[in-house]
């Protein structure tokens, strides 16, 4: 499985950014995807994770805020963020796991090079 994350940039405080991952190989075969995120000198954190049975959790400070969703026949996963705030600047990373829905790190299998997000004042 391949995943590639795209859309990334600079976003005014409030504003809204969208991101995509593309996804190829088998990845029919994963149950779970989605976003994790890396700011400097944090440890990676979650955004959003969802199963192919509709399951979605979402990290308690992007919550109300950003939107995971799917296209399954293009293969192709996003993000969508608003009212940004300057802690949401990071890297942003696509992931996908053939397990069940999970919220920690480890769980998952495949990840993208990521995406810079980055938020000013």
């Known amino acids: 499985v391949q995943l590639q994350a795209s859309g990334g940039g600079t976003a005014q405080v409030g504003g809204s950014l969208n991101l995509s991952c593309t996804a190829s190989?088998?990845?029919?075969?994963?149950?779970?995807l989605g976003w994790y995120r890396q700011a400097p000198g944090i440890q990676r954190e979650l955004v959003a994770v969802?199963?192919?049975?509709?399951?979605?959790r979402y990290g308690p400070s992007v919550e109300g805020r950003f939107t995971i969703s799917r296209d399954g026949a293009k293969n192709m996963m996003y993000l969508q963020m608003s009212s940004l705030q300057p802690d949401d600047t990071a890297v942003y990373y696509c992931?996908?796991?053939?397990?069940?829905?999970?919220?920690?790190?480890?769980?998952?299998?495949?990840w993208g090079q990521g995406t810079l997000v980055t938020v000013s004042s």
């Open positions: 992931t996908c796991a053939n397990r069940g829905l999970s919220t920690v790190e480890n769980d998952y299998q495949y």
């Open positions: 969802f199963s192919r049975g509709g399951s979605t």
């Open positions: 190989g088998k990845i029919w075969d994963m149950n779970v």
